[in-house]
């Protein structure tokens, strides 16, 4: 079992910004073929994927809406992905999570993704 704990979420005017941070308890179940991914889920929308990671080689992926805005990262010694979330947009409002895929897949479907954390939410508001 991997446990993925988030934080760094909250409150923040637009323009703002705002540090998500993924700590994977279970050390040693996060393997370099594996991808971490930050997922978004609004009020009556779909679960998005916001960014990806390999956790291994740090090949990144961005939906367009955040690209030049969010940067992924981890740190493989501290086993933490991180989300910078910069000029954050009132559209950004969500609840964020991160997950671990299954296997060592590389995809922005949820249900590639085995394991995930309880979410934080970002509220981008004036």
């Known amino acids: 079992q991997v446990h993925l704990v988030e934080s760094g979420g909250g409150l923040v005017q637009p323009g703002g910004s705002l540090k998500l941070s993924c700590a994977v308890a279970a050390s040693g179940r996060i393997f370099s073929s594996h991808s971490m991914a930050w997922f978004r889920q609004a009020p009556g929308k779909e679960r998005e994927a916001v960014a990806l990671?390999?956790?291994?080689?740090?090949?990144?992926y961005y939906v367009d809406s955040v690209k030049g805005r969010f940067t992924i990262s981890r740190s493989s010694g501290e086993n933490t992905l991180y989300l910078q979330m910069n000029n954050l947009k009132p559209e950004d409002t969500a609840v964020y999570y991160c997950?671990?895929?299954?296997?060592?897949?590389?995809?922005?479907?949820?249900?590639?993704?085995?394991?995930w954390g309880q979410g934080t939410q970002v509220t981008v508001s004036s």
């Open positions: 990671i390999r956790w291994g080689a740090g090949t990144t």
């Open positions: 997950a671990r895929s299954s296997g060592s897949s590389w995809s922005t479907r949820p249900s590639d993704y085995l394991y």
